[in-house]
């Protein structure tokens, strides 16, 4: 685990026989160390003792797991991505009725609920949207279709690639549904059911890869995108951008921002969860609680454009925050499986593969359906 933060113990030192200061709530999370910067505030007004770990996101789910299953140092409350909840559910506890009774939005609540049981307090609403210049024309349906049309309408010699996107499995994943097919692996016949037929996935593959040397520029180096992608939005490159509400905090020109949906677009979040091994649960939900709470919602919607997940809070949330959400209100759920947060695993190399040239899409399907048949076998 790596990022510690020191504890956060607000309550006043006194020597004169008071009651002595509760012990700090053991928190593990996945923020940003901005959003952790603003939490450790946000608390810290609350005089909430917090003792809060940082695991990084890429390695979150298995830290999680292992720090689960291990049983001895278990954190009273974590924060984790939407699509880890079926694989961790045997190793929570499910919230209180009263937090669970919440105005959340219903795209948040879906989020918290397993087979109709609630598992953990939905913190924050993303998927993919698309970003554009509001000097620029709507796309005239959500459809990829039209997008890709919107952004080849707007290409210039100084926007000769007027549509962002990444070399990433979930940014796929629009196309692979609008040719009939899904992210997801069909356990009974241990078969991967996004290659619908496998023509359907390599149709959607190969019209992904075609946009890149066309109105999507050829990627950078791995690990660089994130600073690519501002790079140039900032400098005007760039008319229409599919990314997520995570990146909205990041621009400083709001007035210039437009959004709007993609359609077939993937939606998830984050959840704050309390396992059973957590030593006082009671306080795991208590902090769940502040940190779902309206207040705070909108303090981290302010900074951040995230979207809220209670009703009373993204109604005084930023007008882009208001917008993402009601571009995500059409988007869907990755399936939720145990085995849908490992897919990335086979699909975003043989992707990154068919864009560099380096494979067809036929011969990069056929990996992935061979990875995931594997992987489909290996699971319960």
């Known amino acids: 685990m790596t990022g510690r933060i020191a504890p956060i113990v607000l309550a006043a030192v006194c020597a004169c026989g008071s009651d002595p200061a509760p012990a700090p709530i053991r928190f593990l999370h996945t923020f940003s160390p901005d959003e952790t910067e603003l939490f450790n505030a946000a608390i810290a007004e609350r005089g909430i003792p917090v003792?809060?770990?940082?695991?990084?996101?890429?390695?979150?789910?298995?830290?999680?797991?292992?720090?689960?299953?291990?049983?001895?140092?278990?954190?009273?409350?974590?924060?984790?991505?939407?699509?880890?909840?079926?694989?961790?559910?045997?190793?929570?506890?499910?919230?209180?009725?009263?937090?669970?009774?919440?105005?959340?939005?219903?795209?948040?609540?879906?989020?918290?609920?397993?087979?109709?049981?609630?598992?953990?307090?939905?913190?924050?609403l993303d998927g993919l949207i698309v970003i554009r210049d509001s000097a620029t024309?709507?796309?005239?349906?959500?459809?990829?279709?039209?997008?890709?049309?919107?952004?080849?309408?707007?290409k210039s010699e100084g926007r000769r690639y007027p549509l962002a996107t990444r070399v990433d499995g979930?940014?796929?994943?629009?196309?692979?549904?609008?040719?009939?097919?899904?992210?997801?692996?069909?356990?009974v016949a241990a078969l991967p059911a996004s290659?619908?037929?496998?023509?359907?996935?390599?149709?959607?593959?190969?019209?992904?890869?075609?946009?890149?040397?066309?109105?999507?520029?050829?990627?950078?180096?791995?690990?660089?995108?994130?600073?690519?992608?501002?790079?140039?939005?900032?400098?005007?490159?760039?008319?229409?951008?599919?990314?997520?509400?995570?990146?909205?905090?990041?621009?400083?020109?709001?007035?210039?921002?437009?959004?709007?949906?993609?359609?077939?677009?993937p939606r998830g979040g984050q959840l704050l969860v309390v396992p059973r091994c957590a030593k006082r649960p009671a306080d795991g939900w208590r902090l769940a609680a502040e940190l779902a709470s309206v207040p705070v919602e909108v303090t981290f919607a302010n900074a951040f454009r995230t979207i809220p997940t209670r009703v009373a809070?993204?109604?005084?949330?930023?007008?882009?925050?208001?917008?993402?959400?009601?571009?995500?209100?059409?988007?869907?759920?990755?399936?939720?499986?145990?085995?849908t947060p490992l897919l990335f695993d086979d699909l975003n190399p043989a992707l990154a593969a068919v864009v560099a040239g380096d494979a067809t899409p036929k011969e990069a399907i056929d990996g992935v359906r061979?990875?995931?048949?594997?992987?489909?076998?290996?699971?319960?």
């Open 313 to 339: 809070a993204l109604e005084r949330a930023p007008a882009l925050s208001r917008a993402a959400a009601d571009a995500l209100r059409s988007a869907e759920m990755l399936p939720r499986m145990i085995t």
């Open 195 to 265: 290659v619908g037929t496998i023509d359907n996935a390599t149709r959607a593959l190969e019209r992904y890869a075609q946009m890149f040397g066309d109105v999507v520029a050829p990627p950078p180096a791995a690990g660089s995108e994130a600073p690519d992608e501002l790079r140039r939005w900032a400098s005007h490159e760039v008319a229409y951008w599919i990314t997520g509400p995570w990146q909205l905090g990041a621009l400083r020109d709001p007035e210039r921002i437009a959004v709007t949906p993609i359609a077939h677009a």
């Open 370 to 380: 061979r990875g995931w048949a594997r992987l489909a076998k290996k699971q319960p």
């Open 51 to 124: 003792d809060s770990s940082l695991v990084p996101f890429a390695r979150g789910q298995q830290v999680i797991s292992e720090i689960l299953t291990a049983g001895t140092t278990c954190p009273d409350l974590i924060r984790i991505d939407a699509t880890w909840l079926p694989g961790l559910r045997s190793q929570l506890v499910a919230p209180p009725p009263e937090l669970a009774a919440l105005d959340w939005t219903p795209e948040a609540a879906a989020l918290a609920q397993l087979d109709g049981a609630w598992w953990g307090v939905p913190q924050t």
């Open 170 to 187: 979930y940014w796929l994943v629009p196309w692979l549904r609008a040719e009939g097919a899904d992210f997801a692996v069909d356990r």
């Open 137 to 154: 024309p709507a796309p005239a349906s959500p459809s990829i279709d039209d997008l890709v049309a919107a952004a080849r309408a707007t």
